[in-house]
């Protein structure tokens, strides 16, 4: 007899956890710097536009899967496709995506970690530009003091998913999310002082085509499945804990709109720092801990800045992290009757160990020729492997399942239980059987280099 599935405590609550799942390093990390990379305004607007059209009908479709189903990943496909070993190996993937994030997010947010210490501390003070880098690139190549903060972050985000469901990640995803839009909006109106805050609302909102290519459509779609946590099974695995009671499509609509305005709030705040001390918006990926020291050292009051920046983007790498872990954690629940302490505890430990080559990228201690053989650093490799295959695949099947094989009955009767937008299943129908599928097939041939969309444009 299957034990009695824990559900959220409230729609509230589930909003919060969602939307804070979603609400990663994605939103905080990869959002401003890609956005920077292709141009601001017209890029913004086209992910908005994917995250609505594509992103919204991925999401609807992961949440149906699991509340119909009441079980993980697996446990989803297996038991709505006769256990058919094709579709519970894209449950599988979900779950191996899950962890592999996990191994080398925990790295990334482990240096978060580090910067909220060394803000404590004012590192910043009498150094310059290159300096600042340096601190960084110490840190990178420092394997004792990674680990360290790689162990710490995982160890924390057990922590909170031990408790379960209701006491473990909705309280914690309660507080977390609350805080981090508190704090957010708190430096985007600090922001709001600066001189560049005028410029940063141009870039952001103010389309300019001279600086946009036609592979920036894929970018904004592949970003904004990225923002919306889809192909992981984090949404499957969430959807799982929903009651029969809540509206699913304007249930995905709040958490679209919450996770696009967190973004774009994060991409204020960042430009208009940028802006006011004359940096390009096109510093990429290190944007965070190479570039924006250097400017919160020259603002007034940079200690409580610096500090409060770093604060917040620990607290958004935990909200998703605490999501990654409950995927892998539901599923060896669900599939082999362990005790969820039992599956935190050897989740965590898994995690870790398998982030320590990541960890030890910056160093020689392990793989030194990682590089050489692959390209890049063992961290990248997993990071494209992910980025690149994993969760463009995901997104990919999940909605083909949805679209072509679900009995159209589950689809309609969970996409109509508790909402007043029942005329909307057949348009979502529609873009889950067609737009979804082909638009991350196109992101899948491009990441890849199969195809290359700019080459039809070119004059």
Known sequence: MQKQREHWSSHLGFILAAAGSAIGLGTLWKFPYVTGENGGGLFVLIYVFCTFF????VFIAELILGRRAQRGAVGIFASLSNNSTLWKSVGWLGVISSFLIMSFYSVLAGWGMNYIFMSLNEFYKGLNAQQISQVFETLQSSGDITLFWHFLFTALTLALVYPGVRHGIEYWSKFMTSTLFILLVCLCA????????????????????????????????????FTLSLGQGIMLTYGSYMRRTEDIPKTSGIIAVMIIFVSILAGLTIFSVIFSFGFSPKSGPG?????????????PGSLFISTTFFTLFVFTALTSAIALVEVVVANLIDLFGWSRQKAVLCTGIACFIFGI????????????NWSLIY???????????????????????????????LDKTISSEEFEYGTKYKWLWRPWLFFIKWIAPIAILFIILQQSGLINIDSFFLK
Do not use: C, R
């Open 287 to 299: 944007l965070v801990f190479k570039t924006l020291p250097l400017l919160f050292a020259k603002l």
């Open 54 to 57: 594509i992103g919204i009908p």
């Open 357 to 368: 080559p990541s960890a030890l990228s910056g160093t020689n201690l392990l793989f030194a």
């Open 190 to 225: 600090y922001s709001f002082t600066l001189e560049g805050f005028g410029q940063a609302v141009k870039f952001i909102f103010s389309p300019d085509y001279s600086h946009f290519k036609a592979s920036g459509v894929l970018e904004a779609l592949g970003l904004s499945f």
């Open 375 to 405: 390209g890049k650093t063992f961290f990248a490799t997993i990071d494209s492997l992910v980025s690149v295959w994993l969760l463009p695949l995901g997104g990919l099947m999940t909605a083909i399942f949805a679209g072509w094989f």
